[in-house]
């Protein structure tokens, strides 16, 4: 049985102890988070051990891996800490701060030999992993170019606060919900981004974060990318467009898949909707087990990383900029 500890027991640690529930061979075993109520009562829920202080934790219950769920300025000292405890990680979206953050993590477990693996969950929802499928299967031609369009209202006052500033977030709406974005294309296509034009805003009511972003992006096979993302008001949105030369392929990330080749979009079943966070766990799992990497490594979430980073260094340059590998 692999024993797992959690670090942070905020809003996505619930998704992955309810994937416990689900998953064979490894068990949760302890949760951590400075805001002591919250961790007592996930942990009380969860049937965990509760600590404030996540090393004391995981010197104590010494747990095969651990589950990092902080924000994402601790995100690289926490994975380093656990690295050189000896703990297999898997590290939350998006990875880190920057680059060489990345860096720094990725050097932290090879030197430690744990295996690192990071929550990009956009890899397990049934809309996203039904859609490379068709893509795979090829019917629909040559792929042309992507259009990607998410509109969430980012200010809202359910959002932690640290969300919101840029010391603690890396970034506003492009980094938390635009790396979704980038990672969704990157790993459909199998694809990275090598140049990037972007364009943010900053009208947020609360924070010094971007509230929108507006990209053209370059890929390694030769497909354009447009990704426009609202934090601002407006109808909710999260959707991506992909243009063949036989069709379209329409995903609703949040459930439907459509598809034209040539009338109406119609829409194609999704047979397969087991749950994305066990998935998740599974490869997690595999990992520690077998050592069979999944899509989503450090090389890999690091790419998502530089990709951002880009958007923000065409933003100050206005100029269009390389994505550093
Ligand atoms: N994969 C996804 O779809 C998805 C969705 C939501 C969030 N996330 C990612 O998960 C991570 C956490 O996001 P969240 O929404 O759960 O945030 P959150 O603010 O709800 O949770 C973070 C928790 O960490 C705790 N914390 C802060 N400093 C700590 C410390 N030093 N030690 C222990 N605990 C500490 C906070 O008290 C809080 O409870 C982020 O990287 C975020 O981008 C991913």
């Not at 994402?72 to 060489?100: N, Q, R, S, T, V």
């Not at 606060?161 to 790396?179: A, R, T, V």
């Not at 694809?191 to 947020?204: A, D, L, P, Q």
């Amino acid at each position: 049985m692999i024993k797992v500890a959690i670090i942070g027991a905020g809003g996505i640690a619930v998704g992955h102890l309810e994937a416990f529930k689900l998953v064979q061979g490894m068990q949760a075993v302890a949760i951590a988070d400075i805001n002591e109520e919250r961790a007592a009562q996930m942990a009380n829920e969860y049937g965990l051990t509760a600590y404030t202080d996540y090393r004391k934790m995981v010197v104590e219950q010494k747990p095969d891996a651990v589950i990092i769920t902080l924000p994402h300025f601790l995100h690289k000292p926490a994975a380093i800490e656990c690295a050189e405890l000896g703990c297999h990680i898997y590290l939350e979206k998006p990875m880190a701060m920057d680059e060489a953050e990345c860096d720094e993590i990725i050097a932290a477990a090879e030197r430690h030999g744990v295996k690192l693996m990071v929550g990009h969950t956009q890899h397990y929802l049934p809309a996203n992993r039904c859609a490379k499928e068709i893509i795979r299967e090829g019917s629909l031609g040559k792929l042309v170019m992507i259009n990607d369009e998410r509109h969430s209202f980012y200010f809202t006052d359910a959002r932690p606060q640290w969300f919101l500033e840029k010391d603690k977030s890396g970034g506003g709406i492009m980094m938390n919900l635009g790396s979704h974005s980038l990672d969704r294309i990157q790993w459909l296509t199998d694809c990275r981004f090598t140049r990037i034009k972007g364009s943010i805003s900053f009208h947020g009511n609360r924070g010094d974060v971007e509230g929108s972003g507006i990209v053209y992006g370059e890929t390694s096979i030769g497909v354009p990318v447009t990704l426009c993302l609202s934090g601002y008001k407006g109808s909710t949105k999260n959707e991506l467009e992909l243009m063949f030369t036989e069709g379209m392929l329409r995903v609703d990330v949040g459930g439907k898949v459509e598809i034209s080749r040539g009338g109406a979009f119609e829409e194609v079943p999704i047979e397969d909707q087991t749950e994305p966070f066990l998935l998740q766990l599974n490869d997690f799992r595999k990992l520690i087990e077998t050592g069979a990497e999944p899509y989503c490594n450090g090389e890999y979430a690091k790419s998502v990383i530089a990709a951002v980073q880009a958007i923000y260094r065409s933003h100050e340059l206005g100029v269009e900029v390389d994505v550093k590998a």
